[in-house]
């Protein structure tokens, strides 16, 4: 698959890596000016003046995680309403559709998770992302990425020790895409299984030792990545 590829979230953190580390990809960066997500007709006048091939949303409403609690309205607009907005217009056009997931889809208890297990969200980001992948699903030409990421260096100065994910860094995804773009369905994306603190500390030998005793966060947030694995080969 060749071609131009239009970027929903242009002024987003991976976004911003994206566009600093990307050699392959062809691609065109979209922040809010540029484009409405609310609006059908914002989207019609974007894909009829670039012509995409492909459109990768990465739009939607992340952190603060406490948003998606105290501003459901804004949680639900960004990342169902204007997932579904974009889905409508790939299937008009015929474009391509990869949507940026979470791994906070599934229920996060008991880890290792396939794309093929049960969904159960356990809180309301997972919820409304999960909603998005409901729109992106009922089209087939497309592509979701359940992704476990963050920022480099890691933000945080503590890490979980009973906590087990599969983060990676927004680099990690740079270097992946090209060999991910031509596929469809789900693909769980994300980095070698460790608890927060081994991965915080390997790029802050300082990173302090912390316990989650929240429990209203699971802490086998692991996804199984075999399906990816196969890919990068």
Known sequence: MSGLILVTGGNGRFSKVLKSKNKILQLKFLNKKD????????????????????????????????????????????????????????????????????????????????????????????????????????????????????????????GYTNLYSNYMYHEDLVKMLPRLIHKFGIINVGGKLRSVYNFGKLNNKKMLKIKCIDKNIPLKQTMNLDKLKKILK
Do not use: W
């Open 35 to 158: 484009l409405n997500i609310l609006s059908i007709r914002s989207i019609e006048k974007v894909v009829n003046r670039y012509k995409p091939r492909t459109i990768l949303h990465c739009a939607g409403l992340s952190r603060p995680m406490s948003m998606h609690d105290t501003d459901i309205s804004k949680s639900i607009n960004l990342n169902i309403i204007g997932t579904a907005n974009v889905v409508k217009v790939c299937l008009k056009y015929n474009i391509k559709i990869i949507y940026f997931s979470t791994g906070y889809v599934y229920e996060c208890t008991k880890g290792n998770y396939k794309e093929s297990d049960a969904v159960k969200p356990f809180n309301n980001y997972g919820l409304s992302k999960l909603a998005g992948e409901c729109s992106v699903q009922m089209y087939k030409n497309s592509l979701i990425l359940r992704i476990t990421m963050t920022e480099k260096p890691f933000i945080h100065k503590k």
